[in-house]
């Protein structure tokens, strides 16, 4: 008996990578226990699981099966509105005006506070539901909007009951240290981090990870590794926004503390990308962002060259307000010059290094059965056929979580 079967697909994808990509035509997949047990032509796999033994069965025919991708960066739980951010973007402001302006995260932390935990909990499921319709079956989802330990504890209590409640598998990111809150001090603002809210973050034992805005007029590179060194005594692997607006150092800063990531590098030098490659730091590039600020795209190539695990992620958020990784696969192909094998590759396998989950983003046998069928003969697709939503039926755990 099988749980489920996939079959006549027009192609599965069975993993992709820097380094390997393989893709099998007129195939099935068949499930049990959760789990991939078999990938294959149709025919051989459904003489070894028969349709009449599985419990159900999807027919793909003229439909292309890719694994279930994974969102390694979002800020995918706040509150309020900030589209009248975007069109002062649009009449000239920059991201940082906006900012001292006390627009940008720093209306969006007055938002958060002002709502319940229930209020945020409803707002996360939302957002999750409409990345599961798009095919992300992972997502990191950070803190961060709280700026003070009370509401950082709500923030990670809401994201937590968000996940026990929603198909998609949620990874928790402390973010105490995403901004300096209105009036105070930076360095006395990191130490109320490293001394009062990461140890409370650790009690509570929700969070995977511990991030930081390494940015300049932010936190200063020795700012950023106070916190993330109080991060790591505390059980929490370090995270880095870095090189974003400026070049400051936070890369070769992930480099050194064993990072599991860096994400953005807009401004990486090749200095910076040799150190993420030595250290194996997973690299994840934002092109939502960068499309959003109408800012230059990372350069994707000084990543491929030196054969790092190239990473894509959404940023969704106020200021990038995107749930779709096909549309940040898109930007990779025709703003960064990958493949679209590059960019599944880059929104599956690859960014489940960035977040730890090293099972997550693959379809072979052995994997948990979390994929995607498109309505679409070919990957290819995912990019090429930008501005809709080319994901027809998500699977989770080998379950039918949405079609």
Partial sequence: MTDLLLTDAAEVVTYA?????????????????????????????????????????????????????????????????????????LRGQTYQEILEAGGGILRTVEAVRAASTDELVANLRDELDVMLAHGTTTAEVKSGYGLDAETELRMLD?????????????????????????????DDYVEEVVTEQIPAVAEQGVAAFCDVFCEEGVFDVAQSRRVLEAGIEHGLTPKVHAEELSHLGGTQLAAEVGAASADHLLHATDEDVDALVAADVTPVLLPGTAFGLGAAYADAEAFLDRGAPLALATDLNPNCYSQSMPFAMTLGCVEMGLTPAQALGAATANAARAVDRPDAGRLEPGSPADLAVLDAPSHVHLSYNFG???????VVGGEVAHE
């Fill in 17 to 89: 990578d820097h380094e390997r990509f393989e893709r099998t035509e007129d195939a099935a997949v068949a499930v049990d226990d959760g789990r991939v047990v078999a990938v294959g032509p149709t025919a051989a796999v459904t003489d070894d699981y028969p349709e009449s033994d599985a419990d159900a069965v999807v027919d793909c025919a003229g439909r292309a099966v890719v694994p279930g991708f994974v969102d390694p960066h979002t800020h995918a739980l706040f509150a309020g509105d900030r589209s009248d951010e975007f069109e002062a973007k």
């Fill in 388 to 394: 809709v939503n080319p994901v027809d039926t998500v």
């Fill in 158 to 186: 809401a994201i937590d009951r968000a996940a026990a409640e929603h198909p998609v598998r949620v990874v928790p990111t402390f973010m105490g240290a995403h901004a300096v809150p209105t009036g105070r001090d930076a």
